[in-house]
Structure formats: C-alpha cells, structure tokens
C-alpha cells in the first residue's frame, strides 16, 4: 500500500517552518505512512487561505492569521506548537530610546510582526509608533537598512543576519513569554474529527521529526540554511540559539496564545467571549505524547 499524499504549506522564509521540515526532510512522516510535501506560501494568511482552500492539509504558522480567521468565523484549530523566536531589531547604532515612537515595520495587518509592534509600543516602548507594513522579512531588513523604519520584529536566521550587519537587538520577546509559544501546525477542524487516524500519525511523524533535530546539529543547520535561505554559517548560529527551544511536548496551548487573545480582546480586536479553545485544540498531541 502506497503512501498517503499529504500537501502541507508554511508561510515564509525563517526558523518557523523547522519543525516540520525536519519531520518530512528527515524522514519521520513517511515512517508513518504520510508522503508530505511541503511548499512556501509566502505569508501566515496565505497559510491560511491553503487551509480553508484544501490546497494544503496541515499549515505551519505563527498564531496571529489563525486567531484572526478563526475571530471571524472560520473553522481552523492550532494542533501542535513550534517555534517562533523573535527579537526587535533596530537599524545600526538604535537603542530602544532612539526608536521610542518611530516608524516600526510588519509584513502585514493581523499578522504576527503586527503583533509584536504593537505590544511592543504598549509594553516595552511605552509609546505609540506608525507602523509600516512592507510585506516579508527580508524586505523589512532592507527597508530599516535604507532607514525608512527604526526598527522591526525579526526571527532568526535573519535576525542574525542582521546583527551581523551591525543591527542591534533591542528586545528579545522571551522576556515577554513569547519565544517558542505562539504558532506551530494548524488543520482545519473538519480533518481532526474525520481523519483522526491521519492527525495522530501526523503527529507521531512531526515529534519524530523534532527529536532528529534536537539530536543531529549538522541535520538542523542544513534545515536552517535551506528553508531560512540563509548561508551554512548563519544557519548554523541560528541551530545554536534555537534548539533548546524545541519543547518534548508541544502543546499549542501556550501562555504566549493566551497573551495574544488577551491583547486582542483588550484592544477590541476580537470578540470578548473569545477563548482558547476556540483556536487551540490540545487533544491530538497530548494523547500521542501520553502513547
């Protein structure tokens, strides 16, 4: 019996998509039956449109996009955590005092580094900035080189990319509970209650996948340099600071999730009865670990 084709999608260049890159790369997902591919979507919303489109069974995504389409209707449910490491990274020479109420930049409205900026201007900052939004990383990168934004949220490899350019990091989000808490694998809510069998062994192939990682430094820097874009040197850095992020259990229920629903509540962006479990749904990854 051939292998189930299973399309799977993450949203951009970045340390994100590793975890699930490791499990289809290194082999884990076909040791359980699954022949995963894995394309680039080029954003979390485009993450999320593959989802509700059927274009892609399983997406890997920072949380904002998910909670957004799941405030608006859309049947979609976090299953797993990943990681999602973020610093504010400013252009050359900045301290935080310097970006105090400057320019800030994000890929897009909804989205993660939206996310970021503007707790960072309400909690770290203590003041309102403009936020710029000019799509991928990389583009922020270079427009905060050019000094059109004084700062903007950024996960390695680029974050270290960018400190070897001479761009400082002002923040690290761990302080605030939000490194490796807040994104991870998503379904839609349709294929968790009628294709268990295939949840669970996805699962099984996703911890398998994270394990390999943890334990094989040349195999994680070579996940790094190809689905971060980067070189083997930075990719190797980026192992460095990232894998002791990867948590044994990956509960997608998180107090870095919860943190971003508060917030949104509080700022009226999502509906006051909105839950956690509304979006996350522990169930499937608790009951492979328990296995």
């Known amino acids: 019996m051939s292998d189930e084709q299973v399309p799977c999608g993450y949203a951009s260049e970045g340390q994100g998509s590793t975890p699930l890159a490791a499990a289809i790369d290194g082999g884990s997902m076909r040791a359980q039956g699954i022949e995963a591919t894995l394309t680039k979507q080029g954003s979390a919303h485009a993450v999320v449109d593959g989802l509700l489109s059927g274009r892609i069974v399983f997406g890997n995504l920072a949380a904002p996009a998910l909670v957004h389409a799941v405030g608006r209707g859309e049947q979609l449910v976090f299953l797993a955590g990943g990681v999602n490491q973020q610093f504010l990274v400013a252009r050359p020479g900045a301290t935080l005092e310097d970006v105090r109420g400057q320019p800030l930049g994000a890929s897009s409205g909804a989205d993660l580094g939206e996310f970021l900026c503007r ?113 083997r040197a930075i990719a190797e850095e980026t192992y460095d600071v990232t894998h002791a992020g990867f948590r044994d259990v990956p509960d997608p229920a998180t107090e870095g999730m919860q943190m971003l629903i508060d917030f949104w509540k509080e700022k009226e962006l999502l509906s006051g009865s909105f839950a956690l479990s509304d979006v996350v749904d522990s169930a499937p990854v608790l009951a492979v670990t328990s296995a």
């Open 119 to 231: 707790i960072t201007m309400d909690r770290v900052l203590g003041a309102e900035s403009e936020i710029r939004y000019l799509g991928g990383s990389r583009a922020r990168f270079e427009a905060m080189l050019r000094g059109e934004i004084a700062a903007s949220p950024l996960s390695p490899p680029l974050a270290i990319e960018a400190k070897h350019a001479g761009c400082p990091w002002l923040f690290d989000y761990a302080e605030l509970g939000l490194n490796f808490a807040i994104g991870g694998i998503a379904a839609r809510r349709e294929t968790v209650q009628e294709r268990p069998d295939l949840v669970a062994r996805f699962l099984r192939g996703y911890l398998a996948g994270q394990r390999h990682y943890k334990a094989d430094r040349d195999f994680g820097a070579s996940l790094h340099e190809r689905y971060g874009e980067t070189s």
